[in-house]
């Protein structure tokens, strides 16, 4: 079975704070990918990974950032975070373009 | 801009019934079908992949594909309360940003006793 672990289930920090979420996923998987949902909004990808140190934009990559060091670990870096991010952020991981993603359990970010 | 559609629900049915979940897809091109169960808190999990059209089983789980008039469907039979979830459909294309599904906003299903 695919293994996809976030660092965090819930995670609490102040505005203006650099926060760190880590994704580490155990099958080799080329793609990373990271999600944000908020209810009525559903997914919205903030960025992903199709290799080693290489990313692509999703659809709401302000304020976030990401990094790919090594294969089998994608971070999603918010630079300075604001209330506005608080949310579920969710990790996902797949195989070549047919297959299915694979989540994480999620991290519940609070930013107050 | 690719889209992915389903009814938001809730879709309501009694313990034991089939429940009968829908999406709509807009991208012609799209070759892979993806249904993921979403418990309330939770992150989505996989339950089927459907890639060619017809139907495809498992235990009480079935996804029909109709490429044709470009909708993917989940029937679950025998509805237990545990099956009460938001579902969700994914679809993923074959031109560029291939790596990356298209969801829906999915259904919220009740299965009640």
């Known amino acids: 079975d695919v293994k996809v672990t976030q660092s965090s289930r819930y995670l609490v920090k102040r505005t203006g704070e650099k926060v760190f979420l880590e994704c580490v996923q155990d099958?080799?998987?080329?793609?990373m990918f990271w999600y944000r949902q908020d209810p009525g909004l559903g997914l919205r990808l903030i960025y992903f990974?199709?290799?080693?140190?290489?990313?692509e934009k999703g659809d709401i990559p302000e304020g976030y950032s990401v990094s790919r060091e090594k294969k089998e670990r994608f971070s999603l870096i918010l630079e300075s975070a604001s209330t506005n991010q608080t949310s579920m952020y969710l990790c996902?991981?797949?195989?070549?373009?047919?297959?299915?993603?694979?989540f994480g359990d999620g991290t519940r970010l609070s930013i107050l | 801009q690719k889209e992915v559609e389903q009814n938001s629900g809730p879709l309501s049915v009694p313990e034991g019934a089939i429940a009968s979940l829908n999406c709509t897809y807009s991208?012609?091109?799209?070759?892979?079908f993806f249904w993921y169960r979403q418990y309330s808190g939770k992150s989505p999990e996989l339950i089927m992949s459907?890639?060619?059209?017809g139907d495809k089983e498992d235990g009480r789980f079935t996804a029909q594909l109709n490429k044709a008039s470009q909708y993917v469907s989940l029937l679950i039979r025998d509805s237990q309360p545990s099956d009460s979830a938001t579902y969700l459909c994914?679809?993923?294309?074959?031109?560029?940003?291939?790596?990356?599904?298209?969801f829906g906003r999915g259904t919220s299903l009740i299965v009640h006793p």
């Open positions: 991208d012609r091109g799209s070759q892979s």
């Open positions: 990974s199709y290799d080693v140190k290489m990313k």
């Open positions: 996902a991981s797949s195989l070549g373009q047919r297959k299915p993603q694979h």
């Open positions: 099958m080799d998987h080329e793609n």
């Open positions: 459907i890639y060619s059209n």
């Open positions: 994914a679809v993923k294309g074959t031109s560029g940003g291939s790596y990356i599904p298209t």
